[in-house]
T-cell receptor
Framework: DADVTQTPRNRITKTGKRIMLECSQTKGHDRMYWYRQDPGLGLRLIYY???????NKGEISDGYSVSRQAQAKFSLSLESAIPNQTALYFCATSPGQSSGNTIYFGEGSWLTVV | SQKIEQNSEALNIQEGKTATLTCNYTNYSPAYLQWYRQDPGRGPVFLLLIRENEKEKRKERLKVTFDTTLKQSLFHITASQPADSATYLC????????????FGRGTSLIVHP
């Protein structure tokens, strides 16, 4: 089983709909992240959380919200999806700075907004 | 502004040769630099980390160098194989204490049999 699990893996949704991407991890890490990846733009950080009570905006948080339900669960919501949010989304975890903050990624969620 | 640069053009090499990928950065003073591998449609996978006080790190057929004066890291794969074909991303920690690695856009490596 994957250490970082994302659901759904693929989703097609309509403009204006609310969509939630869920992430759970079994690595026991406190830090969790949501990234999006677009061709030619690389990985961009949407939100990150260093523990259950800590939520921070990343580089591109507009149009997104997150919830850290537990140490192991971090969900990303698009309140009103728009076509330019079509992308590959990754959830990730890390153990923190002491180990160089190595990032462990999930398998990704393909989201298409039509 | 802070920048991480990786060659956007794909690197094509023949099987058995050494592949060398470059990561240059500006306006960073990273404590460490990481390299990841990403296969199409999959999440990046961590390969190696090198700290600012280390010049070189090796793991099996992989070697990473880190030159903080040149602000450059080189990533080498010796005796390359078609299975090494993937996109390779470098990442380093930005200034300001968040310690969240910032990723380069990656370089695609294609190893021909």
């Amino acid at each position: 089983d994957a250490d970082v699990t994302q659901t759904p893996r693929n989703r097609i949704t309509k403009t204006g709909k609310r969509i939630m991407l869920e992430c759970s991890q079994t690595k026991g890490h406190d830090r969790m992240y949501w990234y999006r990846q677009d061709p030619g733009l690389g990985l961009r950080l949407i939100y990150y959380s260093f523990d259950v009570k800590d939520i921070n905006k990343g580089e591109i948080s507009d149009g997104y919200s997150v919830s850290r339900q537990a140490q192991a669960k971090f969900s990303l919501s698009l309140e009103s999806a728009i076509p330019n949010q079509t992308a590959l989304y990754f959830c990730a975890t890390s153990p923190g700075q002491s180990s160089g903050n190595t990032i462990y990624f999930g398998e990704g969620s393909w989201l298409t907004v039509v | 502004s802070q920048k991480i640069e990786q060659n956007s053009e794909a690197l094509n090499i023949q099987e058995g040769k050494t592949a060398t990928l470059t990561c240059n950065y500006t306006n960073y003073s990273p404590a460490y630099l990481q390299w990841y591998r990403q296969d199409p449609g999959r999440g990046p996978v961590f390969l190696l980390l090198i700290r600012e006080n280390e010049k070189e790190k090796r793991k099996e057929r992989l070697k990473v160098t880190f030159d903080t004066t040149l602000k450059q890291s080189l990533f080498h794969i010796t005796a390359s194989q078609p299975a090494d074909s993937a996109t390779y991303l470098c990442a380093l920690d930005p200034s300001g204490g968040s310690y969240i690695p910032t990723f380069g856009r990656g370089t695609s490596l294609i190893v021909h049999p």
